[in-house]
């Protein structure tokens, strides 16, 4: 469960992807989200992370997955450590989803505070 606070962590830090997955494509996908997640959640500042299916409205993207750090700080070594992670293991993460057909739109993002 993912607690998002803005008032008691202003630093957080979020990677959202959105992906669009065929049908035939979502046994392999789902394999390789589960394998990142299990290992961004050994990761320092790892907050926690959720996975949304499309259940309606217009758009190509049929997943989407958010990851929440505590930091920028947390989220740039994040990203240095699951390069590594790949190359050790001998993950070409871009030639996975053009293999299966999968489209993605990769991001960080910080929360932008509304005023009144």
Same mark, same amino acid.
């Given at each position: *469960?993912?607690?998002?606070?803005?008032?008691?962590?202003?630093?957080?830090?979020?990677?959202?992807?959105?992906?669009?997955?065929?049908?035939?494509?979502?046994?392999?996908?789902?394999?390789? *989200?589960?394998?990142?997640?299990?290992?961004?959640?050994?990761?320092?500042?790892?907050?926690?992370?959720?996975?949304?299916?499309?259940?309606?409205?217009?758009?190509?993207?049929?997943?989407?997955?958010?990851?929440?750090?505590?930091?920028?700080?947390?989220?740039?070594?994040?990203?240095?450590?699951?390069?590594?992670?790949?190359?050790?293991?001998?993950?070409? *993460?871009?030639?996975?989803?053009?293999?299966?057909?999968?489209?993605?739109?990769?991001?960080?993002?910080?929360?932008?505070?509304?005023?009144?």
């Amino acid at each position: *469960m993912i607690s998002i606070n803005l008032e008691k962590n202003p630093d957080l830090r979020f990677r959202i992807d959105s992906f669009t997955v065929p049908d035939a494509a979502r046994e392999p996908f789902e394999a390789a *989200m589960r394998r990142n997640f299990a290992f961004i959640q050994t990761l320092p500042g790892f907050q926690g992370h959720v996975v949304f299916e499309k259940t309606g409205g217009p758009g190509r993207f049929n997943i989407a997955t958010i990851a929440v750090w505590e930091s920028q700080d947390a989220i740039d070594k994040a990203v240095t450590q699951v390069g590594a992670f790949y190359k050790e293991n001998g993950i070409d *993460m871009p030639a996975l989803l053009a293999r299966h057909g999968i489209q993605a739109e990769l991001g960080q993002f910080s929360a932008v505070p509304l005023k009144d």
